[in-house]
Nanobody, 125 residues
Framework: QLQLVESGGGLVQPGGSLRLSCAAS????????IGWFRQAPGKEREGVSC????????NYADSVKGRFTISRDNAKNTVFLQMNSLKPEDPAVYYC??????????????????WGQGTQVTVSS
């Protein structure tokens, strides 16, 4: 059974950092493109960042470029999202998603077939 579990969310002050993890079980993440998405209350889910299969191309939303970094550790079957310089507009539930059909690229649109349950990120002083 394919399962994605996010962790690492929490409360941080503006300007602070968090590292989110997306751990996979039941399948090997290396063969999947991985996306990070977020959804704030009353807003649509939006793509934040993604990484292609086998650590290929990465992509970032304009709102997080230069602040967030996506990476993968295939030995741990985990993808990370390092979030620095967090802003008051970043709070949301952050989800990771995986899809094996995206070959050589990744996208920030809602086309991924496997999703985790999400982890809450709160930015407040």
């Amino acid at each position: 059974q394919l399962q994605l579990v996010e962790s690492g969310g929490g409360l941080v002050q503006p300007g602070g950092s968090l590292r989110l993890s997306c751990a996979a079980s039941g399948f090997t993440l290396d063969y999947y493109a991985i996306g990070w998405f977020r959804q704030a209350p009353g807003k649509e889910r939006e793509g934040v960042s993604c990484i292609g299969r086998s650590g290929g191309r990465t992509n970032y939303a304009d709102s997080v470029k230069g602040r967030f970094t996506i990476s993968r550790d295939n030995a741990k079957n985990t993808v990370f999202l390092q979030m620095n310089s967090l802003k008051p507009e970043d709070p949301a539930v952050y989800y990771c998603a995986a899809d094996a059909s995206l070959i050589g690229l990744c996208v920030l649109s809602n086309v991924y077939g496997n999703w985790g349950q999400g982890t809450q990120v709160t930015v407040s002083s």
